[in-house]
Structures are given as structure tokens and as C-alpha cells.
């Protein structure tokens, strides 16, 4: 039974039915098929969900293991693991109120909010010393770089109006170009990524060696 | 004497210029800090101005109807939901006011404490139009964590989402009448680029109206599904909460971090000036001089 369950072609052949329970419904309406796909995605969103639990249990495995050998860092494992249980316990006794509401709010959100916070120094330093008119082209970015941070602050827009339409062409054009570009690489390389799996020559998708 | 004179000139202008293309960034994390922490703690009100992209966003916001079925989605964690406070309560005050009816989705579990948080700040408008729990607006919590879930609720919603955040069964509120993308009129969508491309495939693309009010360095991605018409709205970042917060006349966070959002771009500028300046009076003549000898 594992044999025919570790069979790669029996693997491809209910990866590819999948996908089309999946895939055909999206475009084509057939009320049998969308009730299939749609326990299909329920199941899967199940199996996910459960993915978060073995999350868990694989990292209490290995923090385990980074423990017991006093690895470089074990102190920080032994706090990870040890606050894994915390908040599994504190949620027990609800996350309305209590002591989960008061991690999170005290602890955990302000946090994450420096974490956040403390991009905004960096990014500023380093535009600050990125910046150089090195050459032409390093000029062009200086200037278009100066008209769009001047556009951000809203005093400029409402001092100087002339600068909106300005920096609303640039949003319009570079930004939209350039986002646009990155998009449609990133769909186009997901597209040929999905064919590959599809064809059965992505075996590492299927959790079995490198590429064809 | 004339020698050391010009020695010392030189070293003193080379000094200047040199500080100025070399200065320590611990300058610039001073400068931030005090130009942002001083208009927050005293806010001098400064005058703003109103994109063409808030303006569009708030018109969609004004098409919503009283009874639509909105899909309030908070795809953020709490670091980023510092940046879209603003948009999110603002929007929120408008949705309330229109009367429509509510539902609160997180996409993240840092968000889970965020719809608690955001309605005591529209308590008042909510209690003066009569919102009720369940009848008009319901919390699920954290029920997107990933793409199988979301497509999952466009094709069947109450096979995924069964009770709301409480673990309180969603039977006998407004979700009755949710099964597909079909019933739902709108959605609102507050990312860091959580599950935003899921709600897109899975809901705008089927024809749900999605407005979306998305960080600073998601605007460029988020940009093109605006002009597609894929989405109907796109706010941007603070800046366009606060924007928003002036439309609907309701000063909040939003309008109040201005100055310092104001301030702190000009200290930018300021800084990339001196770094020119100096670049070019020493960096640049030092290299000449070095390479004619």
C-alpha cells in the first residue's frame, strides 16, 4: 500500500485532477463540479490549518534538541518554547480579556511597532546616503526623488499645488511601469513554474529529489 | 605663515565638506527623532492636500448602500496597522454611517485585538445608527491564513467560517444570507500584502467591488490593479488616511502625524542636500585631485 502511495506517477495524475477540479469551475459553470471543488478547498483549508499545529510540534522538537545540546543560542530557544506554552495557556482563559489581551497589547503589539518603527531610521539614513549625484542618471533619480518626496508631504501639495500633477504623473507612469513590470515577471514565472509542476518535471514539489 | 594659513583654510573647508559627505548616520536617526517626536507631542496643524487617489477611493466608499453586505478585511499585522489606523477607522466611520453591515475579517494573528480596538473609536456613530451584534455587524477573527481558506469563503462561505471570534456560532446574524462571492457588495481591504492577491483572485476578479488602502511600499504593486480596474480605490498609507480623515471633516491619528510625516520628509531632503554638497566639494575633488596627480 505505502508502494503505490509513494508511486510518482499516481502522485502527478491526482496533482493534475486536483488542479482541474480546481482550475475548470473558475471558468466554467457546472453546478456538480463546483460543489466538488468547493469540498475539495474546504478539505485543503482544513489540512492547512492542521499544517500550523505540526508547526508547532516541529519546533518544540527541534528547540528541544538545540536545548539538551546547549547549542549557541539555546537560551533563546528555551524562551521561544517557553512562551509557545504561555499563550497556549493564557488563550484557555480567553483572548477578550485577560492575560492573553494584555500580552498582546503590552508586549507583542508594541513590539512588533518598533520593529516597524525602526525601518523608517534606517530607510532614512541609507536614502540619505545613497542619494549622489554619482553621474547623469544618478542626477535624473536625485531630481525625480526630490519632486516625489516633496509630493508625499502633504504641506508642499497644499503650499505649491504645481507639484501635484507632477508627482501624480510619475506615480502614474514610472511607478505603475515599474510595478506592473515586476508583476507580470512574477505571474509569468509562476505560470511556468505551475506548467513544470503540472508536466511532473518539478519532482521536488512532490517531496522527491531535484529537478528534471 | 601664509602656508599654514592656507593649511589650516584648507583642512578647515576640507573639514566641513568632509563632515558633510561623511557625517555619521547617528545625525540623521537624532534629526528623525526629535522632527518627528516634537509635532506629535505638539501639533502645529498644518494644511493638507487631497490626492486624486483618495478622492477616487473615497467616492467608491460613498457607493456603498444601507444594508450591502461589506467584507471588512484586515490583512495587517499590528506593526502595520500603526500606518493604516487612519484609513481603517475613517473608512470604517464611513461604512457606519452609510448604514451597511459589517463583517470583520483578519488575516493575520497579530490582528486578532484590532476590530475590538477600532470600534471603540466609532462607538458613538455606531451606537447612533443602532448597530447591533450579529444583526449588523459580526467579528470572525482570524479566518484567512492562507489561499485554500479565502477561496474556500468565495465558494462556500459557511462551510469555512462556522462561528465568529468567540466561538459563537454565525447562524441567526446577517451571514445567513452569505453562501458565495456573490452576496457580498463590497470589500474593503487593509494590507501589508497579507492576503489582498487572494481576495483579488478569488472575489475582485469574480466581480466583488474591492477598494484597497495598502502601505507605502505596496502602492507601486498595488498601482496597476487600479488602473486595470481590478480594484475601485486605493488609499496610500498614512498619508492617505489622513487625507481621508479631512474629506469626511473627522480629524483623527491620521491628521495629527502630518506635521511630523511633514517634517520628516523635508529632514530627508535637508539631508540628501548637505550629503550633494559635500560629495561634490570634497569626495568628488579629492578624486580629481587624486587622478591629475
Not at chain 1, 545540546?69 to 488563550?91: D, E, H, N, T
Not at chain 1, 513590539?111 to 541609507?126: E, R
Not at chain 1, 504641506?155 to 504645481?162: C, I, K, Q
Request: hydrophobic residues 45%; proline residues 4%.
Amino acid at each position: 500500500m505505502a508502494d503505490i502511495l509513494k508511486n510518482r506517477q499516481l502522485q502527478l495524475v491526482v496533482l493534475v485532477l486536483s488542479f482541474l477540479l480546481v482550475f475548470v469551475p473558475y471558468f466554467i459553470d457546472i453546478p456538480q463540479l463546483d460543489a466538488a471543488s468547493s469540498e475539495l478547498v474546504v478539505i485543503t483549508s482544513i489540512v492547512t490549518a492542521f499544517t500550523v499545529a505540526l508547526a508547532v510540534v516541529s519546533q518544540y522538537q527541534r528547540g528541544m534538541h538545540y536545548i539538551v545540546k546547549r547549542s549557541k543560542g539555546w537560551p533563546f530557544k528555551a524562551y521561544m518554547l517557553i512562551s509557545i506554552a504561555l499563550m497556549l495557556v493564557f488563550a484557555l482563559f480567553g483572548r477578550d480579556s485577560g492575560p492573553y489581551e494584555w500580552v498582546m497589547l503590552s508586549i507583542i503589539n508594541p513590539l512588533s511597532s518598533v520593529n516597524y518603527s525602526i525601518l523608517a531610521f534606517y530607510m532614512s539614513s541609507t536614502a540619505a546616503r545613497a542619494f549622489r549625484a554619482r553621474n547623469t542618471k544618478a542626477l535624473l533619480l536625485l531630481l525625480v526623488g526630490f519632486i516625489v518626496i516633496l509630493y508625499q508631504a502633504p504641506l508642499t501639495g497644499a503650499m505649491f499645488p504645481g507639484i501635484n500633477p507632477i508627482g501624480v504623473y510619475f506615480g502614474a507612469t514610472f511607478v505603475t511601469a515599474v510595478g506592473s513590470m515586476f508583476l507580470i515577471s512574477v505571474t509569468v514565472g509562476a505560470i511556468v513554474f505551475g506548467v513544470r509542476v503540472l508536466l511532473g518535471k518539478e519532482p521536488s514539489v512532490l517531496g522527491s529529489g531535484g529537478r528534471e | 605663515m601664509v602656508q599654514e594659513a592656507e593649511s589650516k583654510m584648507a583642512k578647515s573647508n576640507g573639514g566641513i565638506l568632509k563632515w558633510m559627505a561623511e557625517y555619521d548616520r547617528r545625525y540623521v536617526y537624532l534629526v528623525l527623532f526629535l522632527v518627528v517626536i516634537i509635532p506629535l507631542l505638539r501639533p502645529i496643524g498644518m494644511a493638507v492636500s487631497v490626492s486624486p487617489d483618495t478622492q477616487q477611493y473615497y467616492n467608491v466608499l460613498n457607493t456603498v448602500k444601507p444594508g450591502d453586505k461589506v467584507f471588512f478585511t484586515l490583512n495587517t499585522e499590528y506593526s502595520g496597522f500603526n500606518e493604516l489606523h487612519s484609513g481603517i477607522v475613517a473608512s470604517l466611520r464611513v461604512l457606519v454611517e452609510h448604514q451597511a453591515k459589517i463583517c470583520f475579517a483578519v488575516g493575520h494573528v497579530e490582528a486578532t485585538i484590532i476590530p475590538d480596538l477600532i470600534i471603540k473609536e466609532v462607538k458613538s456613530e455606531m451606537d447612533a445608527n443602532g448597530y447591533q451584534y450579529g444583526r449588523d455587524y459580526v467579528i470572525l477573527g482570524y479566518v484567512m491564513p492562507n489561499e485554500p481558506a479565502v477561496a474556500g469563503m468565495a465558494m462556500d462561505f459557511h462551510a469555512i467560517v462556522t462561528q465568529d471570534s468567540l466561538g459563537r456560532s454565525i447562524q441567526g446574524t446577517f451571514l445567513d444570507d452569505v453562501h458565495t462571492w456573490q452576496d457580498w457588495d463590497f470589500i474593503s481591504d487593509f494590507s501589508t500584502g497579507l492576503s489582498t492577491t487572494y481576495l483579488q483572485n478569488h472575489f475582485a476578479l469574480r466581480g466583488t467591488t474591492m477598494i484597497v488602502n495598502c502601505i507605502g511600499v505596496s502602492v507601486p504593486s498595488e498601482k496597476p490593479y487600479l488602473n486595470s480596474g481590478l480594484i475601485k480605490g486605493l488609499l496610500q498609507s498614512m498619508k492617505g488616511g489622513a487625507e481621508l480623515e479631512y474629506l469626511i471633516g473627522h480629524p483623527g491619528v491620521g491628521l495629527t502625524s502630518m506635521d511630523a510625516f511633514t517634517f520628516g520628509h523635508y529632514m530627508l531632503i535637508v539631508f540628501i542636500i548637505i550629503g550633494n554638497i559635500g560629495y561634490l566639494g570634497y569626495v568628488r575633488k579629492t578624486q580629481t585631485e587624486a587622478r591629475g596627480g
